[in-house]
């Protein structure tokens, strides 16, 4: 059974910064891309960082890049998210899957950036 288990998320101020985590079972987890999702209320779930299998290539989504780091350790089937100078916009439950395959989704970790 595939399974991805999100945690790290929290209440921090304006200008703060979280590492989230997400560790995989049921699946090669060093063969596939990872990516973090956000979903914000009343709005539509996006991706917000993806990383390539070996953790050589990554990508961003314009609004967090230069504050947010997608990291991997295979050896630990889990995929990091690291945060700064984090934003109020930033507030959303957050998830992870593999960007190629339709994954059920966890149950996410919440974010909140709020003073």
């Known amino acids: 059974q595939v399974q991805f288990v999100e945690s790290g998320g929290g209440l921090v101020h304006p200008g703060g910064s979280l590492r989230l985590s997400c560790e995989g079972s049921?699946?090669?987890?060093?063969?596939?891309?990872m990516g973090w999702y956000r979903q914000a209320p009343g709005k539509e779930r996006e991706l917000v960082a993806d990383?390539?299998?070996?953790?050589?290539?990554?990508t961003y989504r314009d609004s967090v890049k230069g504050r947010f780091t997608i990291l991997r350790e295979n050896d630990k089937n889990t995929v990091y998210l690291q945060m700064t100078s984090l934003k109020s916009e930033d507030t959303a439950v957050y998830y992870c899957r593999r960007t190629n395959i339709r994954d059920a989704w966890g149950q996410g970790t919440q974010v909140t950036v709020s003073s």
């Open positions: 049921g699946i090669k987890f060093s063969a596939y891309t």
């Open positions: 990383i390539s299998s070996s953790g050589g290539v990554t």
